[in-house]
């Protein structure tokens, strides 16, 4: 009986390590594996990649819910931050942001594609009275 209790102890330890596993590697904010694969620089990181292969590192390890492109780089939306990836002279700088605070930042590069902090301008169209007038 006791070798029992102790078998089934190891393989709910098992279980809940292979869980926290699963869910440390589904993360949807792409802040801490950025921190790991990137140069830090003061509050932003960098790479000799250009913006375009820097995003779509970022982006085939955590998925963005949109991505904007500009001229001077990829703009990678998140639940929780939105993560900027612009050129330099040597590869790229990329700067991670809280969604409020990277949308105020970004706002001339991500406003006419994202409308507002929550988005709500691109996802509502109106619908009051008078719609469509």
């Known amino acids: 009986m006791k070798g029992a209790a102790w078998g089934g102890g190891f393989l ?10 699963v869910l440390a590697g589904t993360s949807t904010s792409p802040a801490s594996w950025i921190e790991r694969h990137y140069a830090a620089q003061g509050d932003s990181w960098t790479t000799t990649d250009d913006p375009l292969t820097a995003a779509g590192d970022i982006a085939d390890r955590h998925k963005p819910v949109d991505r904007a492109v500009d001229p001077s780089g990829v703009f990678l939306r998140y ?55």
């Open 79 to 133: 639940p929780d931050v939105i993560v900027a990836v612009l050129a330099t002279g040597s590869g790229s700088v990329i700067h991670v942001d809280q969604a409020d605070a990277g949308y105020r930042r970004w706002h001339e590069h991500v406003a006419g594609r994202w409308g507002g902090p929550a988005g709500h301008a691109t996802l509502f169209r109106g619908g009051g009275p008078g719609d469509g007038k």
């Open 12 to 21: 709910i330890a098992v279980g809940a390590l292979i869980a926290a596993l």
